[in-house]
C-alpha cells in the first residue's frame, strides 16, 4: 500500500491512490504526492516509535497510580520512600517520552 502525504497540512493516508480530499484539511486529490520508499518507510517506523513512546506513559500513569496508593497506605517509613522514589521516576519517565514526542511533531515525525 502507498502513503500519500497531503502538502498542504502533513497528513499521510495510506491507500492504492490519493483521497478524494484530505480528511484533515480538505485540501483536494491534486495536493496528494505520493511518498518514495525511504520516506514512507521512516513514516511507518515513526508511527512505531511514536506508539511505543504511548504506551511508555500510559504504563507510567500506572506507575504513578500505584506508587500514589502505596504512599497513601503508609505501611512505614521504608515503603513510603520506595512509593515516594518510583514517583518521581514515573514522573521523569513520562516528561521524557512526552518531550521526545514533541520532538518528532516538531520535525513533522509524527506521521
Known sequence: MKKWKCTVC???????????????????????????????????????TNALHCRLVSLAREIEAVCKEGIQDNLDAGCVDVFTKSLAQSYDMMKLSMTEMAVHVGKNKWG
Open 10 to 48: 502533513g497528513y499521510v493516508a495510506d491507500a492504492e491512490t490519493a483521497p478524494d480530499k484530505c480528511p484533515k484539511c480538505g485540501a483536494p486529490k491534486e495536493k496528494f504526492a505520493v511518498l518514495d520508499d525511504a520516506a514512507a518507510n521512516l513514516v511507518q517506523r515513526s508511527r512505531n
